[in-house]
């Protein structure tokens, strides 16, 4: 069964430390693995997209990596602000036709002042 | 351009009775999705639709769930006698499904309360 595991569950740090976001995941075969923002009350945002030959990927203060032979991703916030508090979702999705992905809990993670 | 629209944005009806929540995805994408988050959970697939092929409905969880997709835009999800426990906020995403590296991109949901 295709799983998608995250950890910490919640996080709460302050303003300007840095943080790191875990993934494990089970999908096979293998496409790619996104990480999502989802603000309170607001749909979920994609922050980045990893593919299979990707190790690292940075958008702004984030940075993702992806480890395809443990399968296993981070997500890594750098110097954080107010505005990161949110939960970010790891979604995979796999390949062989399907287009259904695979979605993460979440870490609900708060920074404060 | 504009994104995806979802409406009501908050719905309160009573146990038992039916409702419509509305999803208008981005024009010109051809996949559209319906996922339900109860609180503290993660999102649960619901149902897919791809262009004119028949929708996957393998993540509706009973038959008082369905969902239609007219002209290959606007999407419909009803539920019908609803229960307490159908209480989420349902959320729809559409993708211009060029392939699995395409994004989903959702709508800010709807709430739904039964009371």
């Known amino acids: 069964k295709n799983q998608v595991e995250q950890s910490p569950q919640s996080l709460i740090i302050l303003e300007g430390k840095n943080c790191t976001l875990q993934c494990n995941y089970t999908v096979s075969p293998f496409s790619n693995l996104r990480w999502y923002k989802q603000d309170t009350g607001r749909g979920p945002v994609s922050l980045t997209i990893?593919?299979?030959?990707?190790n690292t990927k940075s958008n702004g203060r984030y940075t993702a990596t992806l480890d395809a032979d443990t399968k296993q991703s981070s997500l890594h916030i750098t110097a954080s602000q107010l505005s990161d508090s949110a939960s970010y979702i790891c979604v995979v999705s796999g390949g062989g036709g399907s287009y259904i992905p695979t979605f993460g809990r979440g870490t609900s993670l708060i920074v404060h002042p | 351009g504009a994104g995806v629209s979802q409406s009501p944005s908050n719905k309160v009806t009573e146990k038992g009775k039916d409702v419509e929540l509305r999803c208008d995805p981005i024009?010109?994408?051809?996949?559209l999705y319906w996922y339900r988050q109860s609180l503290g959970q993660g999102l649960e697939f619901l149902i897919y639709?791809?262009?004119?092929?028949?929708?996957?409905k393998s993540g509706l969880p009973s038959d008082r769930f369905s969902a239609e997709r007219t002209g290959g835009s606007v999407s419909t999800l009803t539920i019908q006698r609803t229960q307490q426990e159908d209480s989420a906020v349902y959320l729809c995403a559409s993708s211009p499904q060029t392939g699995n590296n395409s994004p989903l991109h959702f709508g800010n949901g709807t709430r739904l309360t039964v009371t």
């Open positions: 024009s010109g994408h051809t996949a």
């Open positions: 639709f791809q262009g004119n092929s028949a929708p996957d």
């Open positions: 990893m593919t299979f030959s990707e």
